[in-house]
């Protein structure tokens, strides 16, 4: 079945940068495109951008436009997200998500911790 | 950028439909996505495309779109059912991809 499967939880200090991984099995990595959509503590969910896994091409939120680069391994069947110059408001669960028809499947999350 | 208006909370009694709806300029030509999200798990598919359903998906779950409202319903509602509910377009004019802030589901 498809999985998706997220790096740990972070804790990063304010202006900082993290890079969230997401190892996908159990499909062929280039079939679907990879979202990453974030959700702060007791927020609505919001999306931050989209990766064309088979050419690598990407669009981007303008919520996070210069700030947000995803990019794959395809060679790794894993995707990855990295988010610069973090800020407290940042501090929320990262979710990658394998778009088919929708978000057809989700990651389990991984935590960051914006902290001084 | 498009926006997308959900109600904060609906409440449903057991056994009742639970209808959840999704307000946006004319979001009847769009494409709607419905996603389910109980508190510490990540969200899931349950309605794609306005009215189908992924395998799995309960057929008590079920979806309609036109207009200006694309609305979920949820029949003969579990207790199971307690949870937020998003909906989800893409909008080509932004080529982006856009969630409702959505509704927290209570079964009294």
């Known amino acids: 079945q498809v999985l998706l499967v997220q790096s740990g939880a972070e804790v990063k200090k304010p202006g900082a940068s993290v890079k969230v991984s997401c190892k996908a099995s159990?499909?062929?990595?280039?079939?679907?495109?990879i979202n990453w959509v974030r959700q702060a503590p007791g927020q609505r969910l919001e999306w931050m951008g989209w990766?064309?896994?088979?050419?690598?091409?990407?669009k981007y939120s303008q919520n996070f436009q210069g700030r947000v680069t995803i990019t794959r391994d395809t060679s790794a069947s894993t995707a990855y997200m990295e988010l610069s110059s973090l800020r407290s408001e940042d501090t929320a669960v990262y979710y990658c998500?394998?778009?088919?028809?929708?978000?057809?499947?989700w990651g389990q999350g991984t935590l960051v911790t914006v902290s001084s | 950028s498009y926006e997308l208006t959900q109600p904060p909370s609906v409440s449903v009694a057991p056994g009742k439909t639970a209808r959840i709806t999704c307000g946006g300029n004319?979001?009847?030509?769009?494409?709607v996505h419905w996603y389910q999200q109980k508190p510490g798990q990540a969200p899931m598919l349950v309605i794609y495309?306005?009215?189908d359903r992924p395998s799995g998906i309960p057929e008590r779950f079920s979806g309609s779109n036109s207009g200006n409202t694309a609305t979920l319903s949820i029949s003969r509602v579990e207790a199971g059912d307690e949870a937020d509910y998003y909906c989800?377009?893409?909008?080509?004019?932004?080529?982006?991809?856009?969630f409702g802030a959505g509704t927290k589901l209570t079964v009294l």
């Open positions: 998500a394998a778009e088919g028809n929708a978000f057809d499947h």
């Open positions: 159990g499909y062929s990595f280039t079939s679907y495109a």
């Open positions: 990766l064309n896994v088979f050419n690598g091409n990407t």
């Open positions: 004319d979001i009847g030509s769009k494409s």
């Open positions: 495309y306005d009215n």
């Open positions: 989800q377009v893409w909008d080509s004019a932004s080529d982006h991809r856009v």
